[in-house]
């Protein structure tokens, strides 16, 4: 999930494969439960000559396992659970 109240990009990647998408506002994804082990999202401004602030944050299990939030570039990766 992502918030921001400037234009973003984010790119993402779960699995194989990485993607972006633009959002304004909020981007939300949905991914298979197999890929979710190792995800990253990246979230940037489309202008950097916009300041604004943006958060990202992974869920897995409809549990909270990555949260950052900031104005310049923001990164969030769930790791697997090696312990599993």
């Known amino acids: 999930m992502v918030a921001s109240d400037i234009p973003v990009t ?3 990647q779960a699995g194989e494969g990485a993607q972006s998408a633009e959002a304004d506002g909020a981007w939300y994804q949905d991914f298979p439960d197999s ?3 190792l995800a990253s999202v990246n979230v940037i401004p489309q202008d950097f000559s916009v300041v ?3 958060s ?3 869920f897995v299990d409809g549990v909270s396992v990555a949260k950052e939030s900031g104005s310049n ?3 969030c990766v769930s790791l697997p659970d090696l312990g599993k």
């Open 10 to 12: 984010v790119r993402y």
């Open 35 to 37: 890929v979710l082990a």
């Open 52 to 54: 604004g602030s943006f």
């Open 56 to 58: 990202c944050e992974i």
């Open 73 to 75: 570039f923001v990164s």
